[in-house]
């Protein structure tokens, strides 16, 4: 069964430090997408991706942060200058063949900044 | 007033019990709703997606919508030990925003054997 693929599962980092948490989305999906979840909180949108361009973002998806396909098969989200409020479950999901339709999410990678 | 409201629980029934939960929202112009278990540490799992006001059954899954009440249901009925997990209500105004999904809080549930 296809799959969303993320890497690393875990990533630790310092304060201040530039990350880049990778994607693979399910192959012939056209949408591509970023969510977090912080610890006990809820799931929450950061970006939509179509076309090589940013649909959507959200409040949270500030100058911080950059998304980028930069081949045919993965999708990665950059953090420029992490900070400790970062530190989150960063989800990837993708949706979409030959129309858009429900989403479905990779297992996540676990974002620790210290 | 938070747009999706979702009892975090925890929820802990016997095994074989009807588990029932559910999300209210503020936003009448969500049209799309949709139920998503995620376990520890995993990512979410879509198990259920409903469009119009009323049921949708899939197995021991139940989905209700009452798009009056902007009330939403899920029922699993022969609980298991394995439907241990947290069960995320999403829902969307449109399919051209599939992927922009705004989530409950998610609601734990713990199934004794």
């Known amino acids: 069964e296809p799959e969303v693929t993320q890497t690393p599962s875990h990533q630790v980092t310092q304060m201040g430090q530039e990350v880049i948490l990778r994607c693979v989305p399910i192959s012939n999906h056209l949408y591509f997408y970023w969510y977090r979840q912080i610890l006990g909180q809820k799931v929450e949108f950061l970006v939509s991706?179509?076309?090589?361009?940013?649909?959507?973002k959200s409040e949270i998806f500030d100058d911080q942060f950059s998304v980028e396909r930069p081949d045919g098969s993965n999708f990665t989200l950059k953090i420029r200058s992490t900070k400790l409020e970062d530190s989150a479950m960063y989800f990837c999901a993708s949706s979409g063949g030959t129309g858009n339709t429900e989403a479905f999410f990779g297992q996540g990678t676990r974002l620790t900044v210290v | 007033q938070k747009e999706v409201e979702q009892d975090p629980g925890p929820l802990s029934v016997p095994e074989g019990a009807i588990v029932s939960l559910n999300c209210t929202y503020s936003n009448s112009a969500f049209q799309y709703f949709m139920w998503y278990r995620q376990y520890s540490r995993k990512g979410p799992e879509l198990l259920m997606y409903?469009?119009?006001?009323g049921n949708k059954e899939d197995g021991r899954f139940t989905a209700q919508v009452d798009k009056s009440s902007k009330y939403i249901s899920l029922f699993i009925r022969d609980s298991q030990p394995s439907d241990s997990a947290t069960y995320l209500c999403?829902?969307?105004?449109?399919?051209?925003?599939?992927?922009?999904?705004?989530f409950g809080a998610g609601t734990q549930v713990v199934v004794t054997p």
């Open positions: 409903t469009y119009s006001s």
């Open positions: 999403a829902m969307i105004l449109t399919t051209d925003s599939w992927g922009k999904l705004q």
């Open positions: 991706f179509y076309n090589n361009e940013i649909s959507e």
